[in-house]
């Protein structure tokens, strides 16, 4: 391990993650032959340290796959058996990416479990001779390092095997993950990023000869926390205890839904019990197992979805939307201008009073704010990118936008009223769209004297942290509009499934039945806690009768009478009845401080709302005893939402599964273990849930009925 | 004042080989007046020695050093105080006391009550920007005679209370009982006591001005050796310059209480070798800025009389230059911070009408070594030209036996307020020394900003 040093990169939001593949060009080399030969390690010497260049073709990031493990392998070797290499740099050719990561693909290709062992085995029998090179290897990191890239690059640390979370290159300084910062440079007498890795380079060259020439000391400086925490590791006791403590932490967060962390913290253990070979064979076989759950199956497949959701399937719009204007500053409206000032739209929030627009600005100034103190953002690149924020109650500067997205109040009547005052006053090539959850867009677009250009782009609450963009497209909706739809939603950050216009488009008709399911449990009795533990417990980030409260109870209203008109009784089972007395009642949700449950700012714990006891007592409903089991519960909750699913598909509003399984997991909060609607149906069987679906159907009735 | 502006040289046949090697040795243009605008002339400038800070200067505030400077001025021009019409210092990091420094220190000076004087701030030009002002006013009729100057005192500086510990004893002021003052003491924690240290650091970036220059001179591939090399010579020409008596804008300051100074104490030619031997001092450890080859923090005044040509004539003056075209640039704060010469070197030069064969004397602030080195490769690059300064070809170099030959900021100091009349200064005397008639004033500053400005000699 310690001969393993490493330079990191601060990686700078703007500059890099701009990923252009550009031909590194070898000079000052003495290469060898090999060079032409490999496709995704090739090196040369500079003086006596060997430079390896990492870039696997044809892909903007690089993954350890088995060619370029191999390829590796082949490189070490020779660098060891060679007299003239007394160190080693390891760097990678992409300018933004070390190594991401194993490759997704490769481990989708394998088969049985001795395969992925097998490939496990192979990357730590590397791994360990980097280790214990006798020749100083300096890993240059340039941009993102993760997974097996961080072992390769880093003597990995406990905390981030088990989160896989992203650390800021001066936080893994601070870790001590890291030995080295470099600062990427500005313009020169190269591009920047070509000139930062060349500079990334030297500065690790004169590393690896320091420590060949001893002039560097590979040894870190403990400070006194690491050495007593070192010592404390050495009592057996204390080592107990520290087990127990991260795994209680591990089961709390992932309630046992996720089988990799508690694997994670096996292995180490073994590792340290019973030493590093013990360590090493256990890890492969853990991970062997680990490749083949259903848990991993199914995020594997949500990657794949994802990556396929971060694209544009309608091309490069004709014109770039610049200025960008929202009308409503509520909490929508206020959280889409967030997501796009902060990516240089400029931007015009709209509201009707003043009071609104107050809200919705410092909504936005304060998510920024959170940044600063996260330290995430200096207080002036957030005073410049407020700067992009322009807040108003007029219209002016509308003949400038290049696109209108409104998320004014759910009412038909409103939206076309401005519509038509938007219309009024735009240039013709802007695009209208709506952020509505469940108003059909062709409806709201039947007053547009250019329905080609009215879309519907439904975010979701909170916008800031939901990554998913659900945009709909009518018949009438131009393939331009559509792409420039896509084109903003990307540049947002956002996950985008495109579906088909319709009531309640796809993620609203989704949750609404199950909604419905949600108020028909708690009629039956159960209180809103044991329901948001049994939600939880499956797997849903948020509990059921919390994310009532967070929606809006009166939005859930609104959706419930809306399409309850249009499907009937598919969507009955729950009285809407609760909905509307707690609306009457101002039990809103967490925006009116109650629902199910009370808000108070700054206070954590959330306490029953005891008002709610006799709008429930007056609605109570018998509960069935054969079905009404914890995991009868459970699966009427989710059965419901997947029959709905699977009904979309059918009638065409989704394009593809993978969106559906997208749009659930990160619009809905489906549990990501379980991998989306669809791949839940391919996991567990479209029999077995169809046996469900039928022993509900007899207890309730049609709501159940499945769909072909 | 029109009539000498029409260049004969166009007219000359072109086939004529003298007329040819004529061309070369002239200039491409005779003078840089123009029609229907006052010439605005240096009748002379001066400055105190430039100390470290922390030696002879350390007791003293800012108007201290930038009244020695304007007596300095009085005494060396004779100039009758009661003509001077406005008076317009630059400094830096202020002096709370004496914010307006230059009306503070011109009452000191004994200069009349009736002049008025501001104070202006654009980091290391802040005195370029005090004489351009002034030339503004000259020009446009308002004034016809003007001082301008620039102080810093890098020996004191405003340390602060935290901002809590401010608004604690703030809101004690206004406190009107003992109960409230009671309740607001009883807030007080130890970590108010904390102090807040102005830092030569970007307010947009946090990056301080050597890391930022450390960073420029890797994206230019400026190495450690050429640095030190650089430096090397700064010291070398500035100790030859300061040996042989040509910094005659310097004039003698006795300290309040002390000695008499009479010379720079910043100039230390050294070896390779021992600079080698120096750690960087703001990218650890593999930098390339270290304390040897970067400019000192500095004490230091400079001031300058500046007059409408025709008043310094009536007055029987003999100017020594006149101030000609200039130009002020800003670019990007983070990663072309010191780049500001490359950038307004170009846009004088063709704003003025002459190129950079015409130029006798460069005059560049010398903020670190690997910035001058940084902006000499930029200007020899033709891809930095296209990339970031819109321009078909490179701007070229500045041929280096005309470039900084009596030392620069490195080696003389660097009192950020002040070096602006310092270069200029130097430039009108080594052109009149030298027998040149163009110079050219360069200088990056804070901020992404930079200034060039055209001193032509002053026909004899």
Redesign the interface.
């Known amino acids: 391990m310690v001969a393993c040093r490493a330079i990191g990169i601060l990686s700078r939001f703007s500059a890099f993650r701009i990923l252009r593949s550009r031909g590194y060009i070898c000079r000052n080399f003495t290469g060898s032959s090999a060079l032409l030969t490999r496709t995704h390690i090739n090196y040369g010497v500079k003086g006596d340290v060997a430079v390896v260049r990492i870039n696997s073709p044809n892909s903007k990031v690089n993954t350890l796959s088995k060619e370029l493990h191999s390829e590796f392998t082949e490189v070490m070797n020779e660098i060891w058996a060679s007299d003239q290499i007394r160190s080693a740099v390891l760097i990678s050719s992409k300018p933004g990416c070390f190594i991401a990561g194993a490759d997704i693909n490769m481990l989708s290709a394998c088969k049985t479990l001795q395969e992925v062992t097998q490939l496990s085995q192979e990357a730590q029998r590397i791994l360990e001779k980097l280790e214990k090179s006798p020749k100083p290897v300096v890993a240059a990191i340039n941009g993102s390092c993760l997974g097996g890239g961080l072992e390769v690059g880093v003597p990995a640390a406990l905390d981030m095997m088990l989160t896989g979370r992203n650390i800021r290159a001066d936080r893994a300084k601070k870790m001590g993950l890291v030995d080295?910062l470099v600062?990427p440079?500005?313009?020169?007498?190269?591009p920047?990023e070509e000139?930062t890795m060349e500079?990334l380079e030297e500065?690790a060259i004169?590393?690896a000869k320091g420590l060949a020439d001893k002039k560097i000391s590979p040894k870190r400086n403990k400070g006194l926390v690491e050495k007593l925490t070192a010592y404390a590791m050495t009592i057996p006791f204390v080592r107990q205890q520290v087990y127990k403590k991260v795994e209680e932490k591990v089961r709390k967060q992932t309630k046992g839904l996720y089988p990799a962390p508690l694997k994670i913290i096996d292995v180490v253990k073994t590792g340290i019990e019973q030493g590093s070979d013990a360590g090493y064979l256990s890890e492969s076989q853990k991970f062997g197992e680990l490749v083949m759950t259903k848990e991993s199956k199914a995020l594997m497949g949500l990657y794949h979805g994802q990556v396929l959701c971060k694209k544009n399937k309608f091309g490069a719009p004709q014109k770039d939307v610049k200025h960008l204007a929202i009308l409503g500053a509520g909490l929508m409206g206020a959280g889409i201008a967030q997501v796009s000032v902060d990516k240089g739209l400029k931007t015009i929030l709209k509201d009707a009073t003043l009071t609104g627009l107050d809200r919705g600005q410092q909504q936005v100034f304060k998510g920024l704010n959170d940044k600063v103190k996260k330290k995430a953002l200096?207080s002036?690149e957030r005073d410049s990118i407020f700067s992009n924020l322009t807040g108003q109650l007029d219209y002016q500067g509308f003949e400038k936008a290049d696109m209108v997205i409104e998320a004014v109040f759910e009412d038909l009547s409103l939206k076309h009223r401005v519509l038509k005052e938007v219309e009024a006053v735009i240039p013709d090539h802007c695009i209208f769209a709506s952020n509505t959850s469940a108003l059909p867009i062709s409806e709201i677009a039947a007053v547009s004297k250019r329905p080609e250009k009215v879309i519907g782009m439904h975010y979701f609450s909170p916008v800031d942290k939901m990554q998913l963009l659900e945009i709909i497209t009518t018949e009438k909706t131009s393939r331009d509009t559509s792409a420039s739809a896509v084109a903003v939603g990307l540049k947002q950050g956002k996950v985008i499934i495109v579906v088909k216009d319709g009531p309640g488009f796809y993620t609203t008709r989704c949750l609404a039945p199950m909604m419905s399911e949600v108020i028909r449990i708690l009629q039956e009795g159960v209180d809103p806690k044991k329901l948001d533990s049994l939600t939880t417990s499956f797997g849903f980030p948020v509990g059921a009768a919390t994310l009532v409260d967070e929606v809006g109870v009166d939005v859930a209203k609104h959706v419930a009478e809306d399409l309850g008109k249009v499907f009937g009784e598919r969507f009955g089972g729950g009285n809407p009845e609760l909905l509307t007395q707690m609306v009457s009642k101002g039990f809103l949700g967490r925006k009116s401080g109650k629902g199910f449950y009370i808000y108070q700012e700054g206070v954590k714990r959330k306490d029953l709302n005891s008002d709610m006891d006799s709008i429930l007592a007056s609605l109570k409903l018998p509960p069935k005893s054969e079905v009404s089991s914890d995991e009868d519960i459970q699966f009427r909750l989710v059965t419901r939402f997947v029959n709905e699913a699977v009904m979309c598909l059918q009638e065409g509003i989704l394009a593809t599964p993978a969106e559906g399984d997208i749009g659930a997991v990160f619009g809905l909060g489906f549990p990501p273990c379980l991998g989306g609607p669809f791949r839940f149906v391919d996991l567990y069987g479209a029999q077995t849930i169809v046996d469900r679906l039928k022993k509900y159907e007899a207890a309730y009735g049609k709501q159940f009925t499945p769909c072909q | 004042m029109t009539t000498i502006l029409t260049c004969p040289f166009k007219k000359l046949p072109t086939t004529s080989k003298w007329a040819l090697r004529f061309a070369v040795q002239t200039k491409t243009k005779k003078t840089l007046a123009k029609p229907n605008i006052r010439n605005v002339v240096v009748v002379d400038g001066v400055r105190t020695p430039f100390l470290l800070s922390g030696t002879s200067y350390k007791d003293l505030m800012p108007h201290d050093l930038a009244r020695a400077a304007l007596t300095g001025l009085l005494h060396r021009t004779s100039v009758p105080k009661e003509v001077v019409d406005y008076i317009i210092f630059g400094t830096v990091i202020q002096e709370v006391k004496t914010s307006n420094v230059a009306r503070e220190a011109a009452l000191g000076a004994g200069f009349s009550d009736k002049t008025p004087a501001h104070t202006v701030t654009m980091a290391c030009i802040s005195a370029n920007q005090a004489m351009t002002t002034g030339v503004g006013l000259i020009a446009s009729g308002q004034c016809d005679v003007i001082v301008a100057g620039g102080v810093e005192l890098m020996s004191d500086i405003p340390i602060r209370h935290s901002r809590k510990m401010r608004k604690l004893m703030l809101d004690l002021n206004k406190a009107k009982s003992m109960g409230q003052r009671l309740s607001l003491i009883s807030k007080f924690r130890l970590n108010f006591l904390a102090p807040e240290l102005p830092a030569v650091a970007e307010?947009?970036?946090?990056e301080t001005m050597g890391?930022s220059a450390d960073?420029?001179a890797?994206?230019?591939?400026v190495s450690r050796l050429e640095q030190d090399e650089y430096a090397l010579r700064s010291h070398s020409l500035a100790k030859k310059a300061q040996d042989e008596g040509l910094l005659s804008d310097v004039v003698p300051f006795r300290v309040p209480g002390k000695d008499t100074v009479t010379k720079d104490n910043g100039i230390r030619p050294s070896s390779l070798e021992q600079m080698a031997k120096l750690k960087p001092a703001f990218?650890k450890?593999?930098g390339t800025v270290t304390a040897a080859n970067s400019s000192f923090l500095t004490d230091g005044a400079s001031a300058m009389l500046i007059m409408a040509e025709e008043k310094a004539l009536a007055m029987g003056y003999k100017p020594k230059a006149y101030l000609r075209d200039f130009m002020y640039v800003s670019q990007?704060p983070?990663?072309?911070l010191l780049l500001g010469p490359t950038y307004a070197t170009p846009k004088v030069l063709e704003k003025a009408g002459l190129t950079m064969n015409d130029i006798d004397a460069f005059e560049f602030h010398e903020a670190f070594s690997g910035q001058i080195l940084?902006n000499f490769?930029?200007m020899d690059?033709d891809?930095?030209a296209e990339?970031?300064m819109g321009r078909k070809t490179k701007v070229g170099l500045p041929p280096l036996e005309k470039f900084n030959n009596w030392g620069g900021s490195l080696s003389l100091g660097h009192p950020f307020g002040a070096t602006g009349c310092r270069l200029v200064m130097a430039a009108a005397n080594r052109l009149r020394k030298e027998g040149g008639q163009y110079g050219l004033v360069a200088a990056c500053a804070a901020g992404g900003q930079g200034h060039a400005m055209i001193v032509e000699a002053y026909p004899k």
């Open positions: 080295q600062e440079l500005g313009p020169g007498l190269k920047p000139r500079y500065v004169t590393f200096t002036f | 307010f947009s970036t946090s890391h960073r420029l890797a994206a230019f591939a990218i450890p593999y990007d983070k990663d072309q940084a490769k930029a690059s891809w930095f990339n970031y």
